[in-house]
Structure formats: structure tokens, C-alpha cells
């Protein structure tokens, strides 16, 4: 069967630099408990800054920056846990742009390093992410800087439905999926994905992924819980124009939302790390929702999910406490 045609490789001209697109992460197929067989997991902990969100900073400055809206030395703000502003500062460093993150109070001290190595600056706000948002927003009017607007910004999506999505189809043997999974902090991902795998006439059913209790994620929006803070307006509440838009837009009937025990996803996530996989506890959440996906599509379903980030922004946080309590 041939495989789908990509996109040629694009490059944006930055102060003299090119920047290629991200090559495709692998796709693998991945068994903790052989009653539900296999659940295909994207690598995405793979990409350059070590998260998925690594797609949509690098969409979403090109498109601005080929609109005219971004040119070298431009400033660049987002409110961001930590993995977006991440992937942000990466990709204005080789683009030759300025980056400020607005970050909360509770995001690992990890991120806060990483941003910074990059180059980034980072503004640590109080009060969740609904004031992060608010700050980074007032940043961006003040100081008129471009602002990535992850969380209502439709190129979020658009990155996954325009690569993300057809790479999973060209690796699949069958070039086709039943159902996909995962967390929600902006939507983005699973938007995208659904959609990359609608228009291709699959017919897959999306499943949101939600952390019961959201102890263990409460802080953290792109750790991929739906209700992370209870003082913070949630995805349900209108954190995520993306999601909510999905919701009740007249596709919205294909979202089924899983709640997942959030000590389970904790487990996962260091199970999967006993086979060689350095991930984050969202990779937990989102492949004990796949295996309950798949439980209820039967055990021949095509069942795909992305583990989204890398391990090492996770040093402080409580699925690694374990380890800590032994050095």
C-alpha cells in the first residue's frame, strides 16, 4: 500500500537561518496488559524541545511570520504550564525572536530552567491559569507582542489535522484508525487529530481523557486534565475556546470523555518508564484511557493515543517522589 504524500519540508528565513520542518516521531505499538492487546502510542516525547506542543509553536509562528505578523526581534507571549512555553522558546531561538512566559506559581521548577535555557524569560504569576492568562494577555496588549493564543488559537489544531494526523495514517498498516485518545488542557491535540482522521473518512471516535480527583494534575493545564484547579475555570468552563467550540459545534457528538483514576495514570506512567519510555505522568493518563477506549471498542480496534512529553520536566513532581525518597 503506498504510503500518503507529505508536505516537502518548508523552511522560514530567521536573521539568516532556516528552520526545517519537525520530522515525523515514531509510532509503536505498546502492551501493559496483554487481556487489551495493543494500543498504538505516539512518540511524541521525541520532538525537539521533548513535547507534542513543539507542533503547534513552530505552526503557529511560521503562519504568523509568513502573514507579516512576526520578523526577527519580535517579542512572542504565551500563558503556558510549562510544555508550550517550552516548545515556544525553543523555536524563537532559531527563529531570532523574543520570548516571554507567563507561567503559574505551581508549574515545576524543571520548566521554569528549560524556558530560560532557551532563552525565554518567565513571569510567574499567582491565582491559576485563569490569571496567568489574564496577565500574559495584558502583557501582550501593553507591550503590543505577538500573542500564540494557544488555547482559542485555531492553528493549535490545525498543526495536528495537517501533520501529526496524516503521519499516524501513513504509519498505520492499514492507513486507517477506530478511535483516538487523549488529555485535553487546550484541545488542540485531539481536535486535530480527530479531524486529520475524519477527513480521511475513518470514521474514528475521540476520547477526551480526564484525571478523576485532579489531585495529581490540578496545577498543570497541559498536563491534560480537563479540570485541573477547582478555582480555575476548566475546559468545561470555557478555558479552551477550542474545545468548547468542538463541544457544542455540530460535530461535538463525537467527544466521549474517560475518567481516569489519577493514581492509575501515576502507575502507568511508571510502568511505562520500565520499558525504556522517559515520559510524563499525562502519557499515564492518556494510555489507561486508550486501554479503556479500546475495552469498550473491542479488542480488534485501532486504537491510537500520543505520549506527549519527556520525563525530565517531571523531576519535582509527585510521580517521581519514589525515586527521590531513595537517593
Known amino acids: 500500500m503506498a504510503s500518503p504524500q507529505f508536505q516537502a519540508p518548508r523552511s522560514v528565513p530567521s536573521g539568516g537561518r532556516f528552520i526545517r520542518q519537525i520530522p515525523p516521531t515514531p509510532l509503536v505499538p505498546v502492551t501493559l496488559d496483554a487481556e487489551f492487546g495493543e494500543v498504538w502510542c505516539k512518540l511524541e516525547f521525541m520532538n525537539p524541545s521533548g513535547s507534542t506542543k513543539d507542533r503547534i509553536a513552530r505552526h503557529i509562528l511560521e503562519k504568523a511570520w509568513r502573514r507579516g505578523e512576526l520578523k526577527a526581534g519580535d517579542t512572542v507571549v504565551e500563558a503556558s504550564s510549562g510544555s508550550t512555553s517550552i516548545a515556544l522558546a525553543l523555536a524563537c531561538a532559531q527563529m531570532g525572536l523574543r520570548f516571554v512566559a507567563f507561567i503559574p506559581t505551581t508549574a515545576t521548577h524543571e520548566r521554569g530552567l528549560m524556558i530560560r535555557a532557551y532563552g525565554g524569560e518567565v513571569q510567574r504569576v499567582d491565582g491559576g491559569m485563569a490569571r496567568v492568562l489574564e496577565a500574559a494577555s495584558e502583557a501582550a496588549l501593553s507591550h503590543d507582542w505577538f500573542a500564540a493564543r494557544q488555547f482559542e488559537n485555531p492553528d493549535n489544531a490545525e498543526a495536528h489535522r495537517m501533520f501529526t494526523g496524516p503521519e499516524i495514517l501513513a504509519q498505520m498498516e492499514c492507513g486507517c484508525v477506530d478511535a483516538v485518545v487523549s488529555g485535553v488542557g487546550t484541545g488542540g491535540t485531539l481536535l ?33 486534565s480537563l479540570a485541573f484547579s477547582k478555582e480555575v475555570p476548566g475546559v468545561a468552563d470555557c478555558l479552551s475556546a477550542l474545545y468548547r467550540g468542538w463541544q457544542t459545534g455540530p460535530r461535538g457528538g463525537a467527544i466521549e470523555e474517560l475518567s481516569i483514576d489519577e493514581e492509575l495514570c501515576l502507575d502507568l506512567t511508571r510502568k511505562l518508564w520500565a520499558l525504556g519510555f522517559p515520559v510524563g505522568p499525562s502519557s499515564g493518563l492518556n494510555y489507561a484511557a486508550a486501554v479503556e477506549a479500546k475495552r469498550r471498542l473491542g479488542g480488534n480496534a485501532r486504537v491510537v493515543t500520543v505520549f506527549p512529553d519527556r520525563m525530565e520536566r517531571y523531576f519535582s513532581h509527585r510521580v517521581f517522589a519514589g525515586l527521590r525518597a531513595e537517593d
Do not use: K
Open 192 to 224: 486535530g487529530l480527530w479531524q486529520a482522521f475524519d477527513d480521511a473518512g475513518c470514521g474514528a471516535r475521540a476520547y477526551a481523557a480526564i484525571p478523576c480527583e485532579g489531585g495529581a494534575f490540578r496545577d498543570n493545564a497541559e498536563c491534560s
